[in-house]
């Protein structure tokens, strides 16, 4: 069974970094494009940054230059690294994949950016 479990949320000041990981079991990782959404309170979810099977790199434009994502298959683990963060980052960040025609969510993990 397909599982997607992030980790690194918490408190930070605005500026400051934090990098995401999502850990993958129950699927050949590499093999599929895998993307980071957040859910901010009160608005729908949105698309963060998207990783391709090969490694081509797709990223909203409110994160563009602001955050890196990544992969590292041999350990079925991706990352999202996040710097000079915004009180507007403030949201439930999640992992995601389409793995055989089948969508798959974590359960997210809590970003609040707050002085």
């Known amino acids: 069974q397909v599982q997607l479990v992030e980790s690194g949320g918490g408190l930070v000041q605005p500026g400051g970094s934090l990098r995401l990981s999502c850990a993958a079991s129950g699927v050949t990782f590499s093999s599929y494009a895998m993307s980071w959404y957040r859910q901010a309170p009160g608005k729908e979810r949105e698309l963060v940054a998207s990783i391709s099977s090969g490694g081509n790199t797709n990223y909203a434009d409110s994160m563009k230059g602001r955050c890196t994502i990544s992969r590292d298959n041999a350990k079925n683990t991706m990352y999202l690294q996040m710097n000079s963060l915004k009180h507007e980052d403030t949201a439930v960040y999640y992992c995601?994949?389409?793995?055989?025609?089948?969508?798959?969510w974590g359960k997210g993990t809590l970003v609040t950016v707050s002085s």
């Open positions: 995601y994949a389409m793995i055989r025609f089948r969508t798959y």
